[in-house]
């Protein structure tokens, strides 16, 4: 069983900063990929950024220049540091990995439960 566990979400005013966090556990074999989506209410869940395992990376426009996604290997770890903040950035944020469970199995998609990030003009 995998589990992906997010932190870092809050209330922030507009201009300010916040890091998120997601931690891969359990019966992991390899990582393909990690990265951050987000839905705002009313809309479809959107990929903001994400972290292939040779380090590639890849970004929504809308956040281009002031979102940067990193990974901890060692730790199963992805981060998103999200500055110059904006209300159009409020959101839920889902930490999702692509990964294998074993050498047999083809990859597939996990699933973080969210964290709210709020931001107030």
């Known amino acids: 069983q995998v589990q992906l566990v997010e932190s870092g979400g809050g209330l922030v005013q507009a201009g300010g900063s916040l890091r998120l966090s997601c931690a891969a556990s359990?019966?992991?074999?390899?990582?393909?990929?990690m990265g951050w989506y987000r839905q705002a209410p009313g809309k479809q869940r959107e990929l903001v950024a994400a972290?292939?395992?040779?380090?590639?990376?890849n970004y929504a426009d809308s956040v281009k220049g002031r979102f940067t996604i990193s990974r901890d290997n060692a730790k199963n770890t992805v981060y998103l540091q999200m500055n110059s903040l904006k209300p159009s950035d409020t959101a839920v944020y889902y930490c999702?990995?692509?990964?294998?469970?074993?050498?047999?199995?083809?990859?597939?998609?996990?699933w973080g439960q969210g964290t709210q990030v709020t931001v107030s003009s």
């Open positions: 999702n990995a692509v990964l294998t469970t074993s050498p047999v199995m083809l990859p597939r998609d996990y």
């Open positions: 359990g019966s992991i074999f390899s990582i393909n990929a």
């Open positions: 972290i292939i395992s040779g380090g590639s990376t």
